[in-house]
């Protein structure tokens, strides 16, 4: 009766330890599979910052855009502050000049030469860009080196090439 005792003891400590070896394959399966999930969520969070990354730089090369906007704005309104400055002093001038019985077209002189000073200005702006940009330079490059706002650049580029697509209207 021991004899037979000691026998099923055996088999139930068998039967125990194969069932705890499955149990534990089991526990190590599942480990491996969530190992495997914490690698794809770690590439999946990678994706992410690269997307938010992205978008962050997007949103300040629009912030550099209208920052450079709004400071070619402001230059040009300084710009027409000092012409209407200008302009109202040679009016005060010619006015006084008139008082003084002075007959004189020094008015449309002076208007004439600035008109012309700001369009020879103007043009040599203008071939300077195109020539760079005919020699392969970027439109921010070309920004860089006048000084001026890559939208100003841009709009000087596509009016150009709007006038040579448009000249034999």
């Known amino acids: 009766m021991v004899l037979k005792m000691m026998i099923y003891i055996n088999y139930l400590f068998t039967i125990v330890g194969i069932g705890m ?35 962050a730089n997007e949103m300040i090369s629009e912030l550099i855009f209208t920052s450079e906007t709004v400071v070619n704005e402001i230059e040009n309104h300084i710009r027409n502050g000092v012409n209407v400055k200008l302009a109202n002093d040679i009016d005060n001038y ?65 009016l150009n090439r709007g006038i040579k697509s448009n000249e034999g209207i």
């Not at 491996?32 to 999946?44: F, M, P, R, V």
């Not at 077209?105 to 004439?112: A, D, K, L, R």
């Not at 200005?121 to 940009?133: G, H, P, Q, T, W």
């Open 21 to 55: 070896i499955i149990v534990s394959l089991f526990l190590i399966i599942a480990d491996k599979i969530k190992g495997e999930n914490i690698y794809y969520d770690l590439c999946s969070k990678e994706q992410d910052i690269r997307k938010a990354i992205d978008e």
């Open 94 to 158: 010619v006015d006084m000049k008139r008082k003084e019985g002075k007959n004189i077209m020094v008015e449309e002189e002076i208007e004439q030469e600035s008109v012309e000073i700001n369009d020879e200005n103007r043009d040599a702006k203008v071939e300077s860009i195109l020539s760079m940009y005919n020699s392969k330079m970027s439109i921010e490059e070309i920004a860089k080196k006048l000084q001026m706002g890559k939208g100003e650049v841009a709009l000087i580029l596509s």
